[in-house]
């Protein structure tokens, strides 16, 4: 199956969970997070703002920054085509439409590189458990995953796993994959087919 069919099924599964039940499913999966050793001792972070079809982790995020982490979320820069890692602080929490229609921090949150990341939240619309992630056609994140060194971790609903997913050489695999139910950790992570 192409990755336009496999889109297609993705979101006719979402399309079937109420907001009521994704906010459960959110808080599950915030919970299970909270318990990985890799998340509690990672320092510096990339967490995201949840499109309507995504889990929102942003209580793990608010935690993270009392808990003394960096954490930081994506900021498009227009003039480059790509994504910036942009500081979250507990004064800077001003959201802007950014990009595409995605929140995202003002242009005044400070910028660090994407390599002093040490973990990384990924959202996605599909993954498998080799840690191939399905996108949304566009790219960025591919881009972005392509300069972090740390652990990339795939959030996703468990109807979001599938058995394989077509993968092409710039596709960045994940470490592990996180749903309300599972914490996979992926044996290896490849980055291509």
Same mark, same amino acid.
């Given at each position: 199956m192409g990755k336009a069919q496999i889109r297609?099924?993705?979101?006719?599964?979402? !399309?079937?969970?109420?907001?009521?039940e994704r906010a459960e499913l959110s808080r599950q999966t915030v919970?299970?997070? !909270?318990k990985q050793e890799v998340w509690q001792i990672s320092k510096s972070v990339l967490g995201y703002l949840a499109l309507k079809d995504e889990l929102d982790?942003?209580?793990?995020?608010?935690?993270?920054?009392?808990?003394?982490?960096?954490?930081?979320?994506?900021?498009?820069?227009q003039e480059e085509g790509v994504y910036c890692a942009a500081v979250l602080s507990g004064e800077a929490r001003q959201?802007?439409?950014?990009?595409?229609?995605?929140?995202?921090?003002?242009?005044? !949150?400070?910028?660090?590189?994407?390599?002093?990341?040490?973990?990384?939240?990924?959202?996605?619309?599909?993954?498998?458990?080799?840690?191939?992630?399905?996108?949304?056609?566009?790219?960025?994140?591919?881009?972005?995953?392509?300069q972090v060194s740390g652990i990339k971790c795939g959030v996703a609903l468990d109807e979001q796993i599938v058995e394989e997913l077509p993968a092409e050489p710039h596709d960045m695999a994940m470490n592990f994959i996180l749903t309300p139910t599972r914490w996979l950790v992926v044996e290896s992570a490849p980055t291509g087919t």
């Open positions: 297609e099924q993705i979101r006719s599964r979402l !399309a079937t969970i109420s907001p009521a919970s299970r997070l !909270a982790m942003f209580v793990a995020l608010e935690v993270a920054l009392k808990m003394g982490k960096t954490v930081t979320l994506p900021r498009h820069v959201f802007l439409k950014g990009a595409f229609g995605i929140p995202e921090p003002s242009s005044e !949150a400070p910028v660090i590189p994407l390599n002093r990341l040490d973990f990384v939240l990924v959202p996605g619309l599909a993954f498998d458990p080799r840690g191939r992630r399905l996108g949304r056609g566009k790219g960025f994140y591919d881009r972005l995953l392509a």
